[in-house]
């Protein structure tokens, strides 16, 4: 490891930064070193990647202290913040703000931060096309982490900011993918309409990043958007029909009506789903994805994806 350059990744356990981990060890004659950022060193996870050739190291995003240690010696540093597990957009900023210093004062020569479009800037908070969240959101988690962005900054430290695109994991484990209908149909729902909405698998997002790093301080200060493919709805359940053998018709709602499913999210998610479809054209210029494509030539296609995953979606 003493020969190459140290990639420390936070999340690393999970989608994002797993999918970075492994294509760092995937590619050993790469110049780079993967080094596992995560809270339990114990986890089933964590061991995995220690045994597939990564340094693991103990740190929480919540302690910048831990972060600077954890961080010591690294070349570049990948981060991401866990809003599903809290659903505070105040903590994703404090966690950001922990990030973007720690790898001020260890020294950290590129990072990549996977932010989002603080969709404030697009539809203000007096806009009363969509209805404000926590007080002084739009879109949280979308929000917090675009607000988060000026932590790096003004920090100095060179940063590329990565925005990730809807995974088509969620339709595995977040519950959006089809459901059966009183008519025995399945049925997949979005408020998107007509819009492309541009999405990716996750592992890509991590390979997407690595491309980012081989690349070098080409892409400092630049915004990067992740995407495998651009479809809309009906294309999306389309491609479904195709891999399952069994039909799946597209259920275009209102937003309104999404945002009144009542599970926890939907409000937030229904925001979301309207922002890809208001700002369609905006939301998918800057997830290019030949640009995608070029960082990373193993990037999926949504029938590519389903090939390796329509097994795994649970159909209710």
């Known amino acids: 490891m003493a020969d190459r350059k140290v990639i420390a990744v936070v999340g690393a356990t999970g989608a994002q930064g797993g999918g970075l981990v492994r294509a760092i060890l995937a590619d050993p004659a790469g110049g780079f070193a993967a080094r596992a950022i995560t809270r339990d060193v114990n ?14 190291v103990a740190a929480d995003v919540d302690d910048a202290a831990s972060l600077a240690r954890a961080l010591s010696g690294a070349y570049g540093a990948y981060f991401v913040t866990f809003f599903w597990a809290h659903f505070s957009p105040e903590k994703e900023m404090a966690e950001a703000r922990n990030m973007a ?19 404030r800037k697009f539809v203000p908070l007096s806009d009363p096309r969509m209805p404000t969240l926590q007080g002084k959101y739009k879109v949280p988690h979308f929000d917090a982490k675009g607000e988060a962005d000026r932590y790096f900054t003004e920090a100095g430290v060179p940063t590329t900011f990565l925005y990730p695109s809807f995974y088509w994991e969620n339709l595995i484990h977040f519950g959006a993918g089809p459901k059966r209908g009183p008519d025995g149909v399945l049925y997949f729902t979005l408020c998107t309409g007509d819009a492309k909405m541009a999405g990716v698998a996750s592992e890509d997002i991590g390979r997407v990043a690595y491309g980012i790093f081989k690349a070098g301080h080409t892409w400092v200060g630049q915004t990067v958007g992740v995407a495998g493919e651009q479809l809309t709805g009906g ?45 369609e054209g905006d939301v998918n210029a800057v997830r290019d994805v030949a640009r995608s494509r070029a960082l990373n030539p193993a990037l999926q296609s949504f029938d590519a994806w389903l090939a390796q995953n329509a097994a795994k979606i649970p159909l209710e």
């Not at 986890?43 to 050739?53: E, V």
């Not at 210093?101 to 479009?117: C, D």
């Not at 799946?248 to 999404?258: E, I």
């Open 43 to 56: 986890s089933d996870k964590a061991r995995a990647l220690a045994r597939a050739g990564a340094e693991v």
């Open 101 to 119: 210093n720690a790898a001020k004062a260890a020294g950290v020569q590129h990072v990549i931060w996977s932010s989002l479009e603080d969709t």
């Open 235 to 279: 294309q999306m359940a389309a491609a479904m029909t195709r891999a399952l053998g069994r039909e799946v018709r597209f259920n275009s709602v209102t937003p309104d009506a999404y945002r009144a499913f009542g599970f926890p999210g939907a409000d937030e998610l229904g925001n979301m789903f309207q922002f890809y479809r208001d700002f």
